[in-house]
Structures are given as C-alpha cells and as structure tokens.
C-alpha cells in the first residue's frame, strides 16, 4: 500500500496519516518533519530548509527530492509507505514517480483532504506542536490535558514559527498556484480520490478509510 495524503496546510494531513500509520503499518514519509528533524539536530540541510520554511516558502525541488530518494531506499519504505506532504510541485511527482519506476512500483492512491479557507485559517492559528516530540495539538479541537505541556511526552508545546498568519496566507498561495495541479496529473492517472475534510477526527479519517477501500 503506497498512499499520497495531499491538502492545503491545516487540512490534517499529518493528524489522519498519524492514525493510517499506525493501524496500516505504512513508513510515513513527512517532508516537512524531515526537514524539521534535520533543523534540530543541527543539519546543513535542515538550516538550508528553515530559511524557506520560515517565510512560508517552498523548499528547493531538488533538495527536497534528494532527501525523499534517501527515504524511499532504506528496506522499511519498499512496499507500504504514506507520503505526507511530498510531492508538493509538479516537478517532484515527475521525480517521484520516476524514484518509484526505478524500484519497480508506482502509487496505489492520492487522497486530497479538503477544506475552505476559513477553516484551514481557524485551524492554522490554533494548531500548537511539541517541541520535544512533534506532537500536534489544537487549543480548541484537540487541546492537551493540562495547558501547554504535551501529553505524550511532558514536552513544552509551541506555535510553529511558520503558523503565524502572514506564513500561512504565503503558503495558501503557493498551494493554490503549485500544488493544486498535482490534481490533474494524478487524475488522469485514475489514482486521484478527495475526502471532506471539514468534519470531526473520526469522519475524516472514516472517510478516507472508506476512499482507500479498493487499495486497503
Ligand atoms: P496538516 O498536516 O495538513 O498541516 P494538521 O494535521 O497539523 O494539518 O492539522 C492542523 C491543525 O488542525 C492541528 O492543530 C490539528 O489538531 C487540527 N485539526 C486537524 N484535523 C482536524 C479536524 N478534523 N477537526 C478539528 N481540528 C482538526
Ligand atoms: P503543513 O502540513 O502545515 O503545510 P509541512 O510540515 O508539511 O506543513 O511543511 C512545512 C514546510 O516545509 C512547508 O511550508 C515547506 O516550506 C516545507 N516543505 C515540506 N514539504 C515540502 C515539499 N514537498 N516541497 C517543498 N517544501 C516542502
Ligand atoms: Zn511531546
């Protein structure tokens, strides 16, 4: 099983895939946290993406795709994997696909989690994240047991430097002008489902569920 999760930011891309994880046993790929991994432990890499990352901008193709051909080749992503966030460009499925030809397989699903833009704005501003462990939270939806500490690990949470508003209606831009036509390339493929993403945790992910049916 190897799924695509894509969406605008805040459309709980990395809160469902959290989930398919564990109950599909798939490899998450997440660019974003690999990028945020490779910041905290002091990368060149990770300080290189930071500086797009902070103003909401993408990070370049070609670093971006380097870092996914290392993921895709170690033994644990061969044949169950969810991508979270990558390809983000045209130009990285190109290069995804053509990383998967080489290993002799393809995707079996793109899911589009969608939601309006008020939604993704009142989820963008509450969404709060571990600093230790990268747990998300959210101060209304999903807040933790006791204020500003996670649950899981006791770790202090934090608003990602790039949630600030100007960021994020940076990033919505992006989305709608480079990643939204991933749909097209993807629907022509026949591989393309989108799911409502404006509904409880449950539903969501209920759906998707229900999205994968045909690949599970
Ligand atoms: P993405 O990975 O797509 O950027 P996240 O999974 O981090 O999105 O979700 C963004 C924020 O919205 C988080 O604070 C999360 O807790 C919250 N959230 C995600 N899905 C839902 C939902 N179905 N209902 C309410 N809040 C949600
Ligand atoms: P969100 O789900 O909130 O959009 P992510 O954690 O997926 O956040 O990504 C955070 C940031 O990391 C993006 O805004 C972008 O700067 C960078 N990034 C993540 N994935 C990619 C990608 N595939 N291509 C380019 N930049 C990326
Ligand atoms: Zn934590």
Redesign the pocket.
Known sequence: MKILLTG????G??SQSERLVKEFGLTSI????M??EAYKNNEKLGIE?MK??NK??????DI?NEIVRKRLSKKDAESRFLL??????VA?AKALDQMLSDMNSSLDAVIKIVVDKQVILER?VGRRVCKQCGQTYHLSFKPPKVEGVCDKCGGTLHQRP??QLESVLN?LEIYESKTKPLIDYYDSRGIFRSVNGDQSFDEVYAAIKKALEDVI
Do not use: H, N, W
């Not at 997440?30 to 946290?33: A, F, K, L, P, V």
């Open positions: 605008p930011p805040g459309a891309k990395g997440s660019t974003g946290e990028f945020r993406a797009y990352i909401g901008e993408l990070v370049d193709d971006t979270d966030g990558y390809p983000r460009t990285q963008m790039d949630d990033r």
